[in-house]
């Protein structure tokens, strides 16, 4: 099974359906089923720095809270974009060559399960 490994919050946004587009530097020719996979860690300010926009979107930002190192839901990688300068707004971190990849369809697991990821 394919996966993608997300930060926090990112993973539950995309998990919750808030968000249905990740951004990578590198294009992505599969189309399919993926776990979508939280990161054991992550950036460390990010979240907080986040945070009023995380409490807006969900209601509450419980950080301490988030899965971390587990896959939390499976999704369909439907469509991967090159990114235009005017998608930074829309959809995130916009840098020069940047796919956005399109996800549909996402079920959260009702238990989520480890995984060790290698590279």
């Given at each position: 099974m394919k996966a993608i490994t997300l930060w926090q919050p990112w993973a539950s946004l995309l998990a919750?359906?808030?968000i249905e587009y990740e951004t990578r530097s590198w294009a992505a020719k599969y189309r399919g089923p993926m776990a979508?996979?939280?990161?054991a860690s992550g950036p460390k300010n990010v979240p907080y720095q986040m945070s009023g926009t995380i409490t807006s979107i969900l209601g509450a930002d419980n950080q301490l809270?988030?899965?971390?190192?587990v896959v939390i839901a499976m999704a369909d990688l439907v469509a991967c974009h090159e990114m235009e300068k005017d998608d930074f707004e829309n959809i995130g971190f916009?840098?020069?060559n940047n796919g956005t990849r399109k996800f549909h369809a996402v079920s959260e697991q009702q238990e989520?399960?480890?995984v060790r990821t290698i590279i």
């Open positions: 919750c359906r808030v979508i996979h939280a990161a809270d988030y899965s971390r190192g916009w840098h020069s989520s399960f480890f």
